[in-house]
């Protein structure tokens, strides 16, 4: 019911830099925190980057003083700057997002995943 969409994934040289954008669209009352993870082939899926409601963030070690996460409440969107890019940061980007549906309780929450996004660093 909460479908999230990446863009901005892509192929680029050591050094550069990529931003991708995850918008969340469908019915819901809320978002919470909003979050990048990324899967490297035969690794499990990590979390590089968090952003709460109030915009408070924090990041994978890997990726602090590379990586901005950022988002925009009003478009429900959430990005992730990428400077600075190693091969290493080579993998599928997934966007997170948790929220409510409704303002009690009662209504329910979700926890929603985009289809993910392939970011390639060539050395």
């Known amino acids: 019911q909460v479908q999230l969409v990446e863009s901005g994934g892509g192929l680029v040289q050591a050094g550069g830099s990529l931003r991708l954008s995850c918008a969340a669209s469908g019915s819901f009352y809320s978002i919470n925190a909003m979050a990048w993870y990324r899967q490297a082939p035969g690794n499990q899926r990590e979390l590089v980057a968090a952003?709460?409601?109030?915009?408070?963030?924090d990041y994978a070690d890997s990726v602090k003083g590379r990586f901005t996460i950022s988002r925009d409440n009003s478009k429900n969107t959430v990005y992730l700057q990428m400077n600075s890019l190693k091969p290493e940061d080579t993998a599928v980007y997934y966007c997170?997002?948790?929220?409510?549906?409704?303002?009690?309780?009662?209504?329910?929450?979700?926890?929603?995943w985009g289809q993910g996004i392939q970011v390639t660093v060539s050395s």
């Open positions: 952003i709460t409601s109030d915009a408070n963030t």
């Open positions: 997170n997002a948790d929220g409510d549906y409704g303002r009690t309780y009662f209504s329910g929450g979700f926890d929603s």
